[in-house]
């Protein structure tokens, strides 16, 4: 992009005079890096402000509603010991401690108001545009051309789940402290005094521990930063710049093995591969496919959704693999003929970023068959391409009688106008209702999608149609539990029993996979409910001599057990939760059932007292506690009990 202060032909000489006078004021202003990054911070605060208003969705119920790690400080200890999920299912392995202490703090602040939460996220965004700025300096490219790519990164629509989404909020963790990482390892190379390349060098080592301790992503970084070393290091034999690319990134990768032995010791396993069914070649098709759909939404930004479906290509599809494959073999044609032209290596480089980055998102085995692509998963990798396209926008000639600098703002007006206006497709996270209405509108064949929105349909007492949703995702993927469960959930909702029986039935007759601890446990709540008990303590059983600690399992068999009549059984398992979660409403209420059915009166008191307490607005809370009055022979004395 042209430099601020070119002069343009005049009008009349005053004219010129005054017009260039206040071009160049402005120019001079705006090349304060300070101030340019301010009122992008503005700007994108102002565009994803919407956001504040949204509610929990999706994930933020397990990792956050009904997290009982971030309720207290006293936790802390545990956060570094502990999956993401350790109180919902053991067979997910997210290590994410930072991301609970963000989730910590956050809950110290604003308690359960989305809205402080959402604007956290805003801002979290906001830290992670100045850092890309920084980097891109760094990589010494020109100033106008790095505002320009800070701005794209601020504004990019691929980027609304990461900031909308407040799970989704590990990801700018994660960039944020990579690419600050990042900036120190490039400082500690350029550094000449000694002191100072030691002061980067643990700089660097210190944010890159605190990427990893945030989102696996962070273990891509020294593979990444010894690319950097071997395209840019002055020495002219390839052998003698992988020496210096060992030299400087072995500390670097000896952080990275020391997160993995930690991982390790907190976690029962380093990954969870979920059971699926594809072949070698399936996986070898679908790769360049999954690659090239992101290289798509980040050209072309429209259609975006939290629920992608893209499965597994098969044989039949080699005329989408092979379009795929065009692409991205066009683009690294471009790529190279670019680093050749301009004796450049920086496009190498940030196409190879975007690439190294994305790698942990790319091994498909990892994720259930249709759920490869999430836009999160591009937060990091956008960097660079987005530096790219940045790059490839300041070097744009004149057309016709347009000059060079008039067509370069043209392309940077309409460019980032376009991206503020598909910006609005954030709406879509306000709920989970739309959000997974959308992904069911965009990919009706995705039964991810349908039993998600048939939950939320479910909930909203639209059974019918979530009756519809569910039957035809059956019919479309028979082997899928969920499904089932949530068919049998509507039944027993209509008030139909023996329908709800016998789709249960159907499903366990038909040996469905069982292996997600939070399946089973919703399961056996299921068959709990619907009268099916010697299979629910079957599987409660099964679930509570694996995981003894497990909330999702103590609250569910807890609950069957009071179905049951067994008080002092409901009492044991609904106490441990409670101390598993002692911030949650709801397992101090069955508690405090179990207590009544077990005659301990006083204790059912004080029981559904915290469960008021923590949560006045239900009825069911209130409606039992006058009946525990009633029992102790004080009725009427409720309200006074519980008035602040």
Not at 220 to 246: D, M, P, W
Not at 281 to 292: D, E, F, N, S, W
Not at 299 to 323: I, M, Q, R, V
Request: glycine share 6%.
């Amino acid at each position: 992009m042209a430099e601020p202060g070119t002069k343009k032909s005049p009008i009349s000489p005053d004219m010129n005079r005054s017009m260039f006078r206040d071009d160049r004021s402005l120019a001079e202003h705006f090349q304060r890096p300070a101030l340019m990054l301010s009122v992008l911070s503005a700007l994108t605060l102002a565009v994803y402000w919407v956001s504040v208003s949204f509610q929990f969705v999706w994930d933020d119920t397990f990792q956050i509603i009904d997290n009982p790690l971030i309720r207290s400080w006293q936790n802390l200890p545990q956060v570094f010991l502990s999956d993401l999920w350790f109180h919902v299912q053991r067979s997910q392995l997210y290590y994410r401690p930072l991301f609970t202490v963000w989730s910590m703090l956050n809950y110290w602040l604003f308690r359960l108001d989305p809205r402080g939460w959402h604007l956290a996220a805003i801002l979290l965004h906001i830290g992670v545009v100045w850092a890309v700025y920084l980097l891109a300096r760094k990589l010494r490219m020109e100033y106008w051309t790095a505002a320009l790519g800070a701005a794209i990164f601020a504004l990019h629509p691929i980027h609304i789940e990461a900031v909308s989404w407040i799970s989704a909020a590990s990801d700018s963790m994660v960039t944020l402290f990579y690419v600050t990482a990042f900036a120190a390892y490039i400082a500690q190379g350029e550094a000449e005094d000694r002191r100072k390349r030691i002061r980067f060098r643990i700089l660097g080592l210190f944010l890159l521990a605190c990427a990893l301790l945030t989102k696996e992503m962070g273990v891509t970084f020294f593979v990444v930063a010894g690319v950097y070393t071997v395209l840019f290091s002055k020495s002219s034999a390839l052998t003698q710049r992988v020496v210096e690319a060992i030299k400087g990134t072995w500390p670097f990768a000896l952080i990275t093995l020391g997160y993995f032995v930690l991982r390790k010791a907190a976690l029962h396993a380093l990954v969870v591969v979920p059971p699926d069914h594809h072949t070698t070649t399936q996986l070898v098709m679908t790769l360049p496919y999954v690659i090239a759909f992101y290289v798509r939404q980040l050209l072309f930004p429209k259609g975006l959704t939290g629920l992608y479906y893209t499965p597994y290509l098969k044989e039949s599809d080699w005329l989408t693999c092979a379009a795929a494959l065009a692409v991205l073999v066009a683009l690294a044609a471009l790529i190279w003929y670019w680093k050749k032209q301009k004796h450049d290596k920086l496009p190498v480089f940030l196409g190879l970023w975007s690439l190294l980055t994305l790698a942990p998102a790319l091994y498909l085995p990892n994720f259930t068959n249709g759920d490869f692509v999430r836009d999160r998963y591009i937060y990091l990798p956008s960097v660079g391409f987005i530096l790219l396209a940045a790059e490839a926008i300041r070097l744009l000639p004149g057309v016709a009688a347009f000059g060079r600098r008039t067509v370069q703002t043209v392309v940077v007006v309409l460019v980032l106008a376009g991206l503020c206006l598909g910006c609005e497709q954030q709406i879509y996270w306000d709920n989970e209702l739309s959000l997974f209405q959308r992904g069911h509108d965009l990919y009706p064949k995705s039964t991810y999608a349908s039993v998600g929105l048939a939950r939320m349909l479910e909930r909203a007492n639209a059974n019918d149609r979530a009756l519809k949703i569910l039957k035809q995702a059956i019919a479309e993927n028979p082997g899928n539990l969920r499904a089932y469960v949530l068919l049998a959930e509507a039944y027993s909702r209509a008030g139909d029993n023996t329908a709800a029986r016998q789709t249960l039935n159907t499903a366990l007759a038909g040996g469905l996979p069982t292996t997600g601890e939070l399946d089973q446990a919703d399961l056996a709540g299921l068959l709990g409910r619907v009268g099916e008990y010697d299979q629910a303590i079957k599987i409660c059983n099964g679930l509570l001599a694996r995981a003894p600690d497990l909330l999702s399992a103590l609250y569910n068999c807890g609950n069957i057990q009071l179905k049951l009549g067994h008080a002092n059984e409901a009492v044991q398992l609904l106490s441990k939760a409670v101390t598993v979660a002692p911030g949650q409403s709801d397992p101090l209420y069955w508690l405090g059932r179990a207590y009544l059915q077990a005659g301990r009166v006083q204790e059912a008191k004080q029981a559904l007292l915290r469960a008021i307490n923590l949560n006045n607005a239900v009825p069911e809370y209130h409606e039992w506690m006058q009946r525990a009055e009633q029992a102790s022979g004080n009725a009427g004395s409720h309200k006074e009990a519980v008035t602040p």
